[in-house]
């Protein structure tokens, strides 16, 4: 039985596979629509979230099964004060599979180690957000057609933006990549990751200026800053607009580069950029179900 | 100068940095041991200049050597049987510690599953950084 905790827990090869389902749902999604009938995936979100919860229940449906959960601490057994060990052991009694989302870090991790089911990990606080990664991968290849050579700018909150995080550790695994880190001093990207990458000499330069950096780049990953990640509500109020991507710098922009965001997106995005061909994070979300479709089937091993 | 007399069965750890003998004494739960233990602070020594040493006598399998090797993996460990060296033991950084340091990310699960060992990898054996398992955070906290 395999869980997803990571983007690395999958080999580039084992993600060709993966890519290569989704591809396949997406051209015939008939052939799947039975694929899961009689199985159902718990969603279990310690916090809000629309969009990650919704896509799996989408990708489940699709797949023709069933959807349980929760998607609030709330109104969990949480709120009462259970563990995540317990809560798992009882989830692996009513569920084939668990998409979990916590405020805390290795949450999932935890739950992965009591469960009896394939747990993915749908987003633990700031650290890991391996979905979206694969989201973003799977954009990335079928818009692009490779998943290498190419210089990616990373903007926003670089400091807690799990999605970031996520992504650059996934990317450092394929040739020719290179990093322009874009965030005001507060948000830098966590010394983990730049230990990381100049231990495996992957180039990288932060900055704090987009203008500067937008000729360069082969993708533009934009990031929020969001709310829930900060202790201070002043911190937050004074850095959360500091970068607002428009037509007009997009004028800078490579007629090829891509505009991907995780969403959801606040101010850092103009909506006049909505309409430009290189915005592609609406096609992400649809990707996104096509990604999870893919994980379902595969850690049920029904692929 | 004070001589401490020779100990018949044991353990002597030697040439622990001046001043951090009584800090791996707590680490090491030397304290909770029924046995003869003694503290040297400030000995003479050609390679540090000043030294500490202690000294414990009962079975060197009570030392947990991952512990001792994450405090200061330079120090010596002597193992004695009839009053003689019979062993010199290498301390190597473990992979894995549990139970051992506590992280300290308020965000990590760690901050409140109950009775969650915290587990920390070895992230990098160059510069001896320990990372939590579960959040990646690097620990901090000074053993």
Do not use: W
């Amino acid at each position: 039985m395999r869980h997803l905790m990571n983007p690395l827990d999958f080999t580039t090869e084992e993600l060709d596979k993966l890519f290569d389902l989704a591809d396949d749902i997406q051209a015939h999604p008939d052939k799947y629509a039975h694929k899961c009938e009689g199985k159902k995936l718990a969603t279990c979100f310690y916090e809000p979230s629309t969009r990650t919860r919704l896509s799996f229940e989408s990708a489940m449906l699709n797949l023709g099964g069933h959807v349980i959960g929760f998607s609030d601490a709330n109104s969990s057994s949480a709120a009462k004060g259970e563990s995540v060990s317990d809560t798992i052991r009882i989830i692996s009694c009513y569920a084939d599979i668990c998409a979990m989302r916590h405020p805390k870090e290795g949450a999932p991790m935890v739950a992965a180690t009591k469960s009896s089911i394939p747990v993915i990990n749908a987003g633990d606080g700031g650290h890991q957000h391996p979905t979206q990664t694969l989201t973003d991968l799977l954009t990335i290849r079928s818009l692009k057609g490779r998943l290498n050579n190419f210089t990616v700018g990373l903007c926003g909150d670089l400091k807690f933006g799990r999605t970031a995080h996520s992504l650059v550790n996934a990317l450092v695994r394929y040739d020719h990549i290179s990093f322009i880190f874009i965030s005001p001093e507060e948000l830098k990207i966590p010394s983990y990751l730049r230990d990381k990458l100049k231990e495996l000499n992957i180039p990288f330069k932060e900055v704090i200026r987009l203008e500067d950096s937008l000729p360069e780049l082969d993708l533009l990953y934009m990031t929020r800053v969001q709310r829930e990640r900060f202790f201070n509500e002043e911190d937050y109020v004074r850095l959360k607009d500091f970068y607002i991507l428009n037509k007009e710098k997009m004028k800078l922009a490579p007629e090829d580069m891509l505009v991907l965001h995780p969403l959801p997106r606040v101010n850092e995005i103009s909506v006049e950029v909505d309409e430009d061909p290189r915005a592609v994070y609406f096609k992400q979300v649809q990707y996104g179900v096509y990604v999870r479709m893919a994980l379902i089937l595969t850690l049920l091993e029904l692929a | 100068m004070l001589n401490v007399g020779k100990i018949e069965e044991g353990f002597v750890l030697d040439h622990i940095p001046a001043g951090r003998s009584m800090s791996i004494y707590y680490h090491l739960g030397l304290d909770k041991l029924d046995c003869c233990v003694a503290i040297i602070k400030n000995a003479r020594s050609n390679k540090l200049e000043k030294k500490d040493i202690i000294k414990v006598e009962c079975d060197i399998n009570t030392l947990n050597l991952d512990v001792l090797a994450v405090i200061d993996h330079t120090i010596t460990v002597n193992v004695i049987k009839a009053g003689e060296i019979v062993e010199k033991k290498a301390l190597v950084l473990p992979k894995e510690l549990k139970g051992v340091m506590k992280c300290k990310n308020p965000r990590c699960i760690t901050s409140i599953e109950q009775e969650l060992p915290h587990i920390f990898y070895l992230a990098d054996a160059d510069r001896e950084i320990y990372r939590c398992k579960y959040c990646d955070e690097k620990n901090s906290e000074k053993m």
